[in-house]
């Protein structure tokens, strides 16, 4: 089983940056992929980004392209999502997930509680 656990999140302004952290127990962090995606009141759970096990590929949304940056630290089990420039519409509750490396969230088996990001105008 693996617990997975968010944070970093907050409240910043628009064009602020934000860096969120995801710590997984257990010794099986590196043999997944790992995905951020994030959901606003009344909308459905959408993709950010998704690295692969090994860090050496990674792939965004359009939305986020340039200005996120999704990394892991698989010796220290940390994930992380580098949000820069942020605008009022990336508010919302962030979750990483570990599953295989794909966009479709269903398919990830551990998710963590999510954490939430507000970005005033």
């Known amino acids: 089983q693996v617990q997975l656990v968010e944070s970093g999140g907050g409240l910043v302004q628009a064009g602020g940056s934000l860096r969120l952290s995801c710590a997984a127990s257990?010794?099986?962090?590196?043999?997944?992929?790992m995905g951020w995606f994030r959901q606003a009141p009344g909308k459905e759970r959408e993709f950010v980004a998704v690295?692969?096990?090994?860090?050496?590929?990674?792939y965004y949304a359009d939305s986020v392209k340039v200005r996120f940056t999704i990394s892991r630290d698989n010796a220290n089990n940390l994930g992380y999502l580098q949000m820069n420039s942020l605008k009022p519409e990336d508010t919302a509750v962030y979750y990483c997930a570990l599953g295989p490396a794909t966009v479709d969230a269903g398919q990830y088996p551990y998710w963590g509680q999510g954490t939430q990001v507000t970005v005033s105008s």
């Open positions: 257990g010794r099986t962090f590196a043999n997944y992929a």
């Open positions: 690295i692969s096990w090994s860090g050496g590929i990674v």
